[in-house]
């Protein structure tokens, strides 16, 4: 089962004021693990970054002058999160700058039924406490230690591997898929779980049988 992680950054917290979003970052789960398909984008959001919002994610005006409208990129990203569960941390806040952009361009916008909200899972779990996505990181010991900044990619990271644990699965079931689909639309790592294997060779499976054979002779206890 495929489901998209995803989160923005914004101008500011309200739609209602004229706030637009400065940036998308998605992540693909495939049956839990992560993929090489990531969605990224810094967006020009033809407006000015509020002070308090520049404190969080620390984009500047000049720096998004020159990215690209969110019309520039909404095919692509409605292609990229189709016929998929979206995981978003703190749903009402994303999707309603979403759904504003795509009303602007008047484009179908984003069903509340194919998104599914790590607040409310951590709510219902954890009644009373800090649900804030750097207060589960802890919980689950998630390190988060790369957050110095609210940035897509790494808060979509971050809530992949706590979204895991919310529903209970600690350890992905792995699957060793040799077809996985290449980024296209970022450079930026996304963690894998699966390793290279590297085969012993005879050589060193001679030695470890002889150290075994002689370190066993030994009363350890």
């Known amino acids: 089962m495929k489901e998209i992680v995803l989160d923005t950054e914004t101008t500011g917290l309200s739609v209602k004021e004229g706030h637009r ?3 998308i970052g998605c992540i693909e789960l495939d049956n839990l693990i992560p993929t090489n398909n990531v969605f990224h984008c810094y967006l ?3 407006r000015k970054v509020s002070e308090s919002a520049l404190k969080v994610h620390g984009y500047t005006d000049e720096f998004l002058s020159d990215k690209k409208k969110f019309i520039d990129v909404a095919d692509q990203f409605l292609e990229f999160i189709a016929e998929k569960k979206i995981i978003i941390h703190n749903a009402e806040f994303d999707i309603g700058h979403l759904n504003n952009e795509l009303s602007l361009i008047n484009m ?6 194919n998104v599914i909200d790590t607040l409310e899972l951590a709510r219902n779990k954890f009644p009373g406490s800090s649900i804030s996505l750097d207060a589960l990181c802890k919980r689950y010991r998630v390190d988060n230690s790369r957050r110095k900044k609210h940035t897509a990619l790494i808060d979509c990271e971050l809530l992949s591997k706590v979204y895991i644990n919310l529903i209970d699965q600690k350890e992905p079931v792995f699957q060793f898929n040799k077809d996985i689909k290449k980024n296209v639309t970022t450079n930026i790592k996304v963690t894998d779980y699966s390793k290279k294997i590297i085969k012993i060779t005879e050589e060193e499976n001679k030695l470890h049988a002889k150290f075994l054979k002689s370190e066993l002779k030994k009363n350890f206890y």
């Open 21 to 23: 979003i400065v940036e």
């Open 44 to 46: 020009n959001p033809e």
């Open 108 to 113: 179908k916008t984003i069903a509340k039924e």
